[in-house]
């Protein structure tokens, strides 16, 4: 019976019910969480959700290269700067059209593109801001979202919002010259050691640094109307791997902010801060394996967008379980399960 319902539930016609009438309290227990902290890593992505098998599910889209079906998630995750997971602040589910026409992208508004998620994320963080002025938010991404009308919005952020890019594009700068080349060419200001996960087969490992960084202005690029665009202050921080094992791909990270970066102390911890980025891709994994969100069968893409935000949120206690247990083991179980739920667990362990 409880089964039934549930369907009955995702496969109610209703147009309240969606993934951002589902997630709104969990959203608003999300602000609650990182208005408690000096400083929040608001981490952004997008992933691919594969429903190739559903042959007859309605609403699907195309996806990757391959003539796969299935629809796209992009997601604003905040974290402690322990990274800890605090919640999803925002997110956004969609499918991709047949045909795109791409022939005429640099003529395209940011509106247009599909790259607007990208801003759409960020200005979710703006208007969350002024409810938590105490708490600075850092809005990461990873190379994709290295493009200048992302920089742009800066100049209407609230003050307490700030940008930190993987950079993806030499950028030019005003004078001719190019971001890479100069960044390279800039005094190192000291070494920085991070902790390497272990990834497949490569054992965990600690990376020494070389740090540089310098304040550049960043000139728009040279189509359509972006031509006539201010050009841009940031802080380009480079983070190159020295001294690493021929068996390694060393790190190397160029990364582009609105945090000003004036002592090493404080580059340092921006390329520390870049690191926590990772715990999206954790997951995405933890949705994928651990939540099977792309095993489910159902006959629309609406009830599979239902039936993932209630996913959503079980990932992210997962997460944040396999957090705590690894970052603080000392804490007291009964901060995340209820007594009855504590002697279940307890029958259990002793099976």
Not at 33 to 57: C, G, K, W
Not at 214 to 226: D, N, R
Not at 247 to 272: E, F
Request: charged share 25%; glycine share 4%; with cysteine.
């Amino acid at each position: 019976a409880e089964a039934k319902a549930a369907y009955r539930f995702v496969e109610k016609t209703s147009q309240h019910i969606h993934l951002d009438s589902l997630l709104a309290v969990h959203q608003q227990q999300t602000a609650r969480r990182m208005s408690a902290e000096t400083v929040v890593l608001l981490a952004q992505d997008t992933t691919t959700l594969s429903y190739n098998s559903l042959h007859q599910t309605e609403g699907l889209g195309p996806i990757g290269d391959s003539p796969g079906r299935g629809l796209f998630l992009h997601s604003l995750l905040a974290f402690r700067l322990d990274g800890i997971p605090l919640g999803t602040l925002w997110a956004e589910l969609w499918a991709r059209p047949p045909e795109s026409d791409t022939s005429k992208r640099n003529e395209q508004s940011i509106d247009e593109k599909e790259s607007a998620r990208w801003v759409r994320a960020l200005q979710q963080a703006a208007q969350r801001a002024p409810q938590m002025p105490r708490t600075r938010l850092v809005v990461c991404g990873d190379r994709e979202s290295d493009f200048y009308e992302l920089y742009d919005q800066k100049q209407a952020l609230p003050r307490n919002v700030d940008l930190l890019i993987r950079s993806q594009h030499d950028r030019c700068l005003p004078d001719g010259g190019r971001l890479w080349a100069r960044l390279a060419s800039a005094e190192s200001t000291g070494t920085f050691q991070v902790k390497v996960p272990r990834r497949g087969q490569r054992p965990e490992r600690t990376a020494t640094l070389q740090l540089r960084w310098l304040e550049v202005a960043i000139k728009p690029p040279a189509v359509a109307l972006k031509k006539s665009w201010p050009v841009l202050k940031l802080y380009a921080l480079s983070a190159t791997e020295i001294n690493a094992d021929e068996q390694v791909d060393p790190i190397s990270w160029t990364l582009l902010t609105t945090w000003p970066i004036t002592t090493l102390k404080i580059a340092q911890r921006l390329v520390k801060w870049y690191a926590i980025r990772w715990g999206i891709e954790c997951w995405h994994k933890v949705l994928k394996v651990g939540c099977g969100v792309e095993r489910r069968q159902l006959k629309t893409a609406q009830a599979l967008e239902r039936t993932l935000a209630l996913d959503m949120i079980v990932a992210w206690r997962i997460l944040l379980m396999s957090r705590f247990g690894k970052q603080h083991p000392e804490l007291p179980a009964k901060i995340l399960y209820t007594p009855a739920e504590l002697q279940v667990l307890q029958i259990i362990k002793k099976k």
